[in-house]
């Protein structure tokens, strides 16, 4: 029996619909995010999870009790928000004691558990400052440790780190989930920053248009999306037009070079499939057992770890990343290249 | 006639000089804004300063604070006071208790109601204050409420007055203080925590207003304190409006000195209100990095 379990959840706003038919159960002390573009219904979905929103139809089981249409303060789930939303008249300390405080906690009580979450969060020197005197990152730390001090029976958060630059992002990425796993609370995380759902969940549901696109391990959602938006929407993905497919010897023409690729029969094809590779499955030329296709370097990205090249093979683009090597000039632009790229990593859509 | 005609173009080209080097320009410019400036100090500050010279008078011959002395004795002026205050205060209670959760719930969930309510708290800048003491006198003093029988009911009706007399200040001032904070993530922040409606509005929401709240306080402790028309219908000469007027009709001296005095009044609160407001502006500004 999972923990959390969300079953056949629609929600309409005035006809239209934000989420539909949304199955999911979460175990106990699992991290799983929910990914998509803006306005897939994210927050929708975690905002029933919280109560701040009824679904129009589906049920909501925690802990097996059915809370579909319990009040949100009566759910003892914590909530965390992009904006913070600490309370600027309250301290750090009493931020972090709001929820105990409004419980009838005694004092003491109290005291112990803000000094164990200001530990947890390394806040301990700001227990008597306000918010307005940390910084953003400081500010969303405080905001974990406030939803986590009322020991939530689900951690909730939507879009924590958006608001955040790129480095203190990593980091409270990395701090969100060391919390997560040392309390062994179970989280759902709003996000449509693949990096951060792949990078942070055990599983990762895959939304677009208030629909679950897939639901699986971060592993099996990019190695093997079953979906072509799935493929394209988490991590970069060339789709291809292609010529002279043969299903039966799982061959067909790129651009008038042959390309051997794996079919698996399950997959529905659509009118004019399209070959579908990503583009850190390239590597730079013709290696034994591999498609080889050659082409004409179009631009030349130096993007650090990798170098990312746009080649052109009889008139289609694609790009390729390449690692970046010390002792390996990267191609130039203009440059006549053979491209290499396994058999197993190409699948048509 | 003609001679102010001949005179204008002069005027113009004393402000609006004609085009010539720009350093002599930006000069110009300079002294006409501060020209400006010093009619409308003057404008403001030469009746004050001509009143208060005037308040200092009331001995022949010499300067003194003889009226001021007077009306500091008057047992009249503490006792208007007083109770002016103290309906103030149940005003601001009151309309406080109304407007905050109002506007509150308004933000929350009903932000379409807003221009609405907006209209609503304007009106009485629209109907007279003597259209609305009719009014109330009309309905409230027969059966069965019979307000007007017992100076405690009566009271009751002053305080229902000012509070509509209020409204359009108290409003703007919470709803401009509810927009500067986000009232939505905050209740819902609470909410998840476990905070009913009680502890969200009075452990949250009053307190992150404090400013807002003060300065619609203020506005409307300085409507009541002069206010003549509900007063003078419903409490007469008890109430401070009614008895600085009576005092401005009978005494000349005293009447002045008055008027400074609760210019001073005025100013005192405005410049309360300031500082509590550069407060609020610089932790506000801190917490936006
Ligand atoms: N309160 C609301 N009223 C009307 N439409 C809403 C409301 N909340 C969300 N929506 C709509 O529902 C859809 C999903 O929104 P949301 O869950 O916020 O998406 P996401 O978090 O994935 O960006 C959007 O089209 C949005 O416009
Ligand atoms: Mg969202």
Redesign the pocket.
């Known amino acids: 029996m999972a923990f959390l379990t969300l079953t056949d959840i629609s929600k309409y ?2 006809g ?1 619909a ?1 989420v539909e038919r949304f199955n999911l159960d979460v175990e106990k002390g699992e991290f799983v995010s929910f990914l ?1 573009p ?8 975690l905002r029933m999870i919280a109560g701040f929103e009824l679904p129009s139809s589906g049920t909501i089981l925690l802990d097996s009790e059915d809370v579909t249409y319990k009040a949100p303060n009566q759910r003892n789930v914590g909530m965390v928000f992009q904006s913070y939303a600490l309370f600027p008249n309250l301290t750090v300390g009493q931020n972090i004691g709001f929820g105990l405080q409004v419980r009838k906690e005694n004092e003491a009580v109290i005291k112990a558990r803000v000094d164990e979450m200001l530990g947890l969060i390394h806040l301990e020197q700001h227990q008597n400052k306000y918010p307005y005197q940390l910084s953003g990152g400081q500010q969303q730390r405080v905001a974990l440790a406030r939803a986590l001090a009322i020991q939530p029976r689900v951690l909730l958060l939507d879009e924590p780190l958006s608001a955040l630059d790129a480095k203190i992002r990593v980091e409270l990425r990395l701090e969100i989930r060391r919390i997560q796993q040392a309390l062994g609370i179970t989280t759902v995380y ?1 996000t449509h920053d693949q990096e951060e759902a792949l990078s942070l969940s055990d599983r990762v549901v895959v939304m677009s248009q ?1 629909r679950m696109e897939q639901v699986g391990t971060p592993f099996e959602i990019y190695n093997y999306p079953r979906t072509q938006f799935v493929a394209q929407f988490v991590g970069q993905l060339n789709l291809l037009p292609i010529t002279g497919l043969d299903l039966a010897a799982e061959t067909c023409l790129l651009a008038g070079q042959t390309v051997q690729f794996e079919h698996h029969q399950s997959r529905q094809l659509s009118e004019a499939p399209r070959l579908a590779i990503r583009p850190e499955e390239f590597r730079l030329g013709a290696l034994e057992g591999c498609n080889v296709l050659s082409g004409r370097v179009e631009t030349v990205m130096f993007l650090g770890a990798v170098v990312r090249l746009r080649v052109e093979v009889g008139g289609l683009l694609f790009s390729a990343d390449l690692f970046n090597e010390r002792n390996i000039t990267p191609p130039r632009v203009g440059e006549q290249i053979e491209i290499s790229f396994p058999v197993h990593a190409c699948w048509l859509t | 006639m003609a001679a102010a005609m001949s005179f204008l173009p002069n005027l113009r080209n004393l402000f609006f000089p004609p085009a010539s080097s720009q350093a002599k320009d930006r000069g110009s410019k300079r002294g006409a804004s501060w020209f400006w400036m010093a009619v409308g100090v003057l404008y403001f500050v030469l009746p004050l300063v001509a009143t208060f010279d005037f308040s200092l008078r009331a001995r022949k011959g010499v300067l003194s604070f003889l009226a001021y002395e007077r009306v500091f004795k008057d047992p009249a002026f503490w006792k208007t006071f007083i109770f002016s205050l103290e309906m103030a205060f149940f005003t601001i209670l009151v309309s406080l208790l109304l407007v905050v959760p109002t506007a509150y719930w308004i933000r929350l969930r009903l932000p379409k109601l807003r221009v609405i309510v907006e209209f609503i708290s304007m009106l009485p800048f629209v109907i007279p204050a003597i259209v609305l003491v009719f009014g109330f006198i009309r309905v409230f003093s027969g059966a069965p409420f019979f307000l007007t029988n017992t100076s405690f009911g009566t009271n009751v009706l002053l305080v229902a007055g000012y509070t509509v007399l209020a409204l359009p200040y108290m409003f703007r001032a919470v709803d401009t203080g509810l927009a500067a904070i986000d009232v939505r993530s905050l209740t819902e922040a609470a909410q998840s925590l476990g905070a009913g409606w009680g502890t969200i509005l009075f452990k949250i929401i009053f307190p992150n207003l404090r400013v807002a709240i003060l300065s619609g306080a203020f506005l409307t402790l300085a409507t009541v304190i002069g206010e003549f028309t509900i007063a003078s219908f419903l409490v007469g000469i008890n109430a401070f409006g009614p008895y600085m007027s009576l005092i401005g009709q009978n005494k000349t001296y005293e009447s002045s000195s008055l008027a400074i005095i609760s210019f001073m009044l005025t100013w005192a609160f405005m410049g309360l209100l300031q500082f509590l407001n550069r407060g609020q502006a610089s932790s506000s500004l801190a917490g936006a990095h």
């Not at chain 1, 803006?38 to 979905?45: E, W």
């Open positions: 706003f005035g239209v934000a998509g803006s306005g897939c219904g994210k927050t929708t979905t709003v208030g």
